[in-house]
């Protein structure tokens, strides 16, 4: 038998799969959040962090808090344990090299969000814009830094060139229980998919274009975060109203993540 049709529950379902629906969760409530922050942003307050940060803030100061952290935090190991196993028994090459590096990615975000759950808001939460400045300069520090930064600002923007195209052509759709769905449940999916995906693909290319610019120049306070990224869309020749349409295109995403936590086969 292998990894994953052990350790079944009384309702069929595998330890992974759990795992993997809470992580989807999890990811949902983070983006529904990032993307209400990047909506107050856009309406004038400027106080707010538009941010992983900023979100685990707003979760903390709600009834509850610390417990809802804990369980955010856990449903991101969740995902990353689902992930590590996509990546170790996955069928495909490139599938497997992928998902190795989501592994990694929702790994350190879960590690954040369980240090900022334990208490310590300066290393869990922190400033994506500051986190990102020092991590820009100390690569820039080592030998071939700068090709090092652009590297990661090109993975990153096509990142969100592969994400956004997946999205608009529906890509997801082949990973979903479509036929458990009613027809205003799937179109509504799509719309939360395609416009969120678009969305979440718009800010990494942005973020990724912010790292290229600061390997190009060598000014490490080029690089931008999450937070100075989303607000970026506030300083292009449409003002206001194009944060608010990545605002609402993220907190889409989120919840097009709760239906991934529901009818994704995982």
């Known amino acids: 038998m292998s990894v994953r049709g052990k350790a079944r529950g009384k309702n069929g379902r595998t330890v992974v799969e759990v795992a993997g629906r809470w992580g989807f969760a999890a990811r949902g409530v983070i983006f529904l959040l990032v993307g209400f922050l990047a909506l107050r942003i856009a309406f004038g307050d400027h106080g707010e962090q538009a941010d992983k940060g900023g979100a685990l803030t707003e979760v903390a100061a709600r009834p509850m808090g610390s417990v809802l952290l804990w369980l955010l935090g856990v449903g991101l190991v969740g995902m990353a344990l689902w992930q590590l196993t996509e990546a170790l028994w996955g069928h495909k090459t490139t599938k497997r090299v992928l998902s190795a590096g989501r592994t990694v990615f929702y790994a350190v975000m879960a590690w954040s969000v369980l240090v900022f759950a334990s208490g310590d808001h300066s290393r869990g939460g922190g400033e994506s814009d500051r986190q990102s400045h020092d991590m820009t300069a100390r690569v820039l520090e080592l030998p071939a830094g700068q090709w090092l930064v652009a590297a990661a600002g090109a ?36 719309v939360a998919g395609v416009a969120g995906g678009v969305a979440r693909g718009l800010v990494f290319m942005v973020a990724g274009g912010f790292a290229l610019r600061a390997a190009v120049t060598y000014r490490p306070s080029e690089a931008k975060g999450l ?39 995982v």
């Open 155 to 190: 993975a990153i923007a096509i990142t969100g060139v592969v994400g956004a195209v997946q999205a608009i052509r529906r890509s997801y759709r082949k990973h979903l229980r479509l036929g458990e769905m009613r027809p205003q449940v799937r179109t509504a999916v799509d």
């Open 227 to 265: 937070d100075d990224t989303i607000r970026s869309f506030a300083d292009t020749p449409a003002g206001p109203w194009l944060l608010v349409v990545v605002a609402l295109g993220l907190a889409l995403y989120g919840l097009f993540s709760f239906a991934m936590a529901v009818w994704r086969r």
